[in-house]
């Protein structure tokens, strides 16, 4: 399905370009998809993607143009940060595992 603002909903899954679990659509803010905090691999934080990154919809998925390793050079958090997250950063906020693919704390 051809992506707009009008198929993109709340809780629906949104995955990198490789199928990988990303986050869940809290909901849109102006031009960019809020991820819930709640999702593994946020870091109990939100994040925030830029819509043209959405690639496709199919159902309750939104795949995006990057795969899961590229995702976080694109996304904001709630202090403003934008950008790659070094990997010190990463397994501070949480994300270290999630972006090995893994479940935290295993």
């Known amino acids: ?3 707009t603002r009008e198929n993109i909903r709340e809780h629906m899954e ?7 679990h990303v986050g869940t659509v ?5 031009e960019r998809i ?3 905090r709640t999702d593994r691999g946020s870091g109990g ?6 819509l043209s990154m959405v690639a496709d919809i199919e159902g309750e ?4 143009t990057v795969p899961l390793d590229r995702v976080a050079g694109y996304w904001q958090n709630e202090d403003g940060y934008t ?3 070094e990997s010190d950063e990463a397994e501070t906020r949480g994300m270290g595992d999630a972006l090995r693919g893994k479940e935290p704390g295993r």
Not at 14 to 20: F, H, K, L, S, T
């Open 1 to 3: 399905m051809r992506p």
């Open 14 to 20: 949104v995955i990198g370009a490789d199928g990988g």
């Open 26 to 30: 809290d909901h849109l803010d102006g």
């Open 34 to 36: 809020k991820l819930t």
């Open 45 to 50: 934080r939100h994040h925030w993607l830029p």
């Open 61 to 64: 998925t939104l795949r995006l």
């Open 83 to 85: 950008g790659p997250i």
